[in-house]
C-alpha cells in the first residue's frame, strides 16, 4: 500500500521556521512529481509548492504567497520530500499535505498524505 507520511509540523511564532518532510513508500518515487498542499480552517486546499521530478531538472514553482520564504526540496535517495518554510506569518497557518503525481499515456496516478499540523501564532 502507498504511503505518504508527513512529519515536522508543529507550532511556532510569527517569524519562525520549519522544515516539513514527506517520506515515499512502496511506489517509485523519484518518477513522481511532488507537491505541498495546505488547507486552513474554512478554505480550499492550496498548492504550495510542487517540484518536478529530477530527469526533469527537479524544477519548482511557488505560490505568491510563500515565494522568496518558503524552499521545497526532494532527496531521491531517501524517498523523501521537504518543505523548507521561514519567515512564518500567522496565515500560514493550515494543515500541510504532501502530494504526488505520477501522469503518463495511460493517466494519472495521485497520493496524499494525512497531513501535519502548522500553527504560526505568538
Known amino acids: 500500500q502507498v504511503q505518504l507520511v508527513e512529519s515536522g509540523g508543529g507550532l511556532v511564532q510569527p517569524g519562525g521556521s520549519l522544515r516539513l518532510s514527506c517520506a515515499a513508500s512502496?511506489?517509485?518515487?523519484?518518477?513522481?512529481?511532488m507537491s505541498w498542499y495546505r488547507q486552513a480552517p474554512g478554505k480550499e486546499r492550496e498548492e504550495v509548492a510542487t517540484?518536478?521530478?529530477?530527469?526533469?531538472?527537479?524544477?519548482?514553482n511557488y505560490a505568491d504567497s510563500v515565494k522568496g520564504r518558503f524552499t521545497i526540496s526532494r532527496d531521491n535517495t531517501k524517498n523523501t520530500v521537504y518543505l523548507q518554510m521561514n519567515s512564518l506569518k500567522p496565515e500560514d497557518t493550515a494543515v500541510y499535505y504532501c502530494?504526488?503525481?505520477?501522469?503518463?499515456?495511460?493517466?494519472?496516478?495521485?497520493?496524499w498524505g494525512q497531513g501535519t499540523q502548522v500553527t504560526v501564532s505568538s
Open positions: 517540484i518536478t521530478i529530477t530527469s526533469f531538472g527537479g524544477s519548482t
Open positions: 502530494n504526488a503525481v505520477f501522469q503518463s499515456g495511460y493517466g494519472k496516478l495521485t497520493y
Open positions: 512502496r511506489f517509485t518515487f523519484s518518477r513522481y512529481a
